[in-house]
């Protein structure tokens, strides 16, 4: 899936994805970025705006409110990037990933285009059909 140019970190208010995985039995709220990663300030504070409004999203009832057929369910929140996170954001997500521990959230990179047939999506299994 490639982000729209209303999605992105760009857009702090924008759900960009959101998917119920059945293997997992989880919730993922996805977000995009396909500017390389740069160590600059702006790109951080973008990427913490939107981390707000998706923990806000959880754990202020919206979540509930909108999809109360997975209030129960555990919730992941994935980076999906085209490039690897530098240094410096990387430092900043792993002060994040301890945060969000402490509300049963999970957060993860999911680096999109890795491999031929890589979505990006969770839960997809476009990979194996290709191989099939």
């Given at each position: 899936?490639?982000?729209?140019q209303l999605n992105g970190l760009e857009h702090p208010g924008?759900?960009?994805?959101?998917?119920y995985d059945?293997?997992?039995d989880k919730l993922v709220l996805a977000m995009y970025e396909v500017r390389p990663w740069t160590g600059e300030e702006f790109q951080l504070f973008q990427?913490?705006?939107?981390l707000n409004s998706y923990v806000s999203f959880i754990l202020d009832g919206e979540l509930q409110?909108?999809?109360p057929?997975?209030?129960a369910k555990s919730v992941e929140i994935q980076l999906?990037?085209?490039h690897d996170?530098?240094?410096k954001a990387l430092e900043f997500i792993n002060r994040v990933r301890e945060q969000l521990a402490l509300q049963q959230i999970t957060f993860e990179i999911v680096r999109l285009g890795q491999a031929e047939g890589d979505c990006g999506m969770a839960g997809c299994d476009c990979q194996s059909r290709e191989q099939s």
């Open positions: 899936m490639v982000p729209s924008v759900l960009d994805a959101l998917a059945t293997r997992a990427l913490q705006e939107k409110e909108n999809f057929d997975f209030a999906r990037t085209l996170p530098d240094a």
